[in-house]
């Protein structure tokens, strides 16, 4: 049987791929969840689930950190809220500074906060106090991201966080599930390859369409 990237794609498309995830969290309807997405590829699986879960829509804005020499090698990542993960492993076999850290930190920060308000266009954050939060992306592979939107999202104290992704490598799920209180994804293929690999259409999400999709506009 083949396994990971020799098997091709999983989903036709992030609607297939949305509802496939949807139907693993079924648990949660009933709850009025807070469904976050990941732009810009994890808002429109969020939304889809927060409908099919009759939750709320929302987004958290995470930004990768790359390394000095570059920058789609993500050595960490953070949110617009301030959350950070940063890949201990990476930094130290690379030999990257502190100095540099921080200030791609900085920089990723600022650019982190100016999206959010973007897509946000003056809606307030969503007090989770008492709330399931859920968070969904297209797809997990290192995690960098994820790792650093559930933190910003673990501080402000959902009764329960939940990681959920059609598809994650292995090791990246394991991960998480060290810091959510669930990891939901219906597919850990081995070896993962790039999270485009496991759909047949995997279209660049514009930053319009994002803006549409959090406003309600379809």
């Given at each position: 049987?083949?396994?990971?990237i020799?098997a091709g794609?999983?989903y036709q498309?992030?609607a ?9 969290l079924?648990?949660?309807r009933?709850r009025h969840?807070?469904?976050f997405?990941?732009p810009?590829?994890g808002v ?10 009759d939750?709320q829509?929302?987004?958290v804005?995470?930004?990768k950190?790359g390394?000095?020499?570059s920058?789609e ?5 953070v ?7 940063l890949?201990?492993?990476?930094i130290r076999?690379l030999?990257i ?6 200030r791609?930190?900085?920089?990723k920060?600022?650019?982190?906060r100016?999206r959010?308000?973007?897509f946000?266009?003056?809606?307030p954050?969503t007090d ?9 992306d297209?797809?997990l592979?290192t995690g960098a ?10 501080a ?7 990681v959920?992704?059609?598809?994650g490598?292995?090791?990246?799920c394991a991960a998480?599930?060290?810091?959510a ?8 293929p081995?070896?993962?390859?790039a999270v485009g690999?496991?759909?047949?259409h995997f279209?660049p999400?514009p ?5 549409e999709?959090?406003?309600g506009?379809?």
């Amino acid at each position: 049987m083949l396994t990971g990237i020799e098997a091709g794609p999983l989903y036709q498309d992030r609607a297939e791929a949305a509802a496939s995830l949807a139907s693993s969290l079924t648990k949660y309807r009933g709850r009025h969840p807070v469904v976050f997405g990941i732009p810009r590829g994890g808002v429109p699986v969020a939304a889809e689930i927060a409908r099919q879960l009759d939750g709320q829509l929302d987004v958290v804005v995470a930004r990768k950190l790359g390394a000095p020499f570059s920058e789609e090698l993500a050595i960490g990542a953070v949110t617009a809220e301030g959350g950070r993960f940063l890949n201990e492993d990476i930094i130290r076999e690379l030999g990257i500074g502190s100095d540099y850290i921080e200030r791609v930190t900085e920089t990723k920060l600022e650019e982190a906060r100016a999206r959010e308000r973007t897509f946000r266009q003056g809606r307030p954050p969503t007090d989770l106090k008492g709330r399931v939060a859920i968070v969904v992306d297209d797809g997990l592979a290192t995690g960098a991201t994820m790792r650093a939107a559930v933190r910003a999202i673990r501080a402000r104290q959902p009764a329960e966080l939940v990681v959920a992704v059609p598809v994650g490598a292995r090791e990246a799920c394991a991960a998480l599930r060290n810091e959510a209180d669930a990891v939901v994804c219906p597919s850990e293929p081995e070896p993962f390859g790039a999270v485009g690999v496991y759909y047949r259409h995997f279209e660049p999400v514009p930053d319009r369409r994002v803006r549409e999709i959090l406003a309600g506009e379809g």
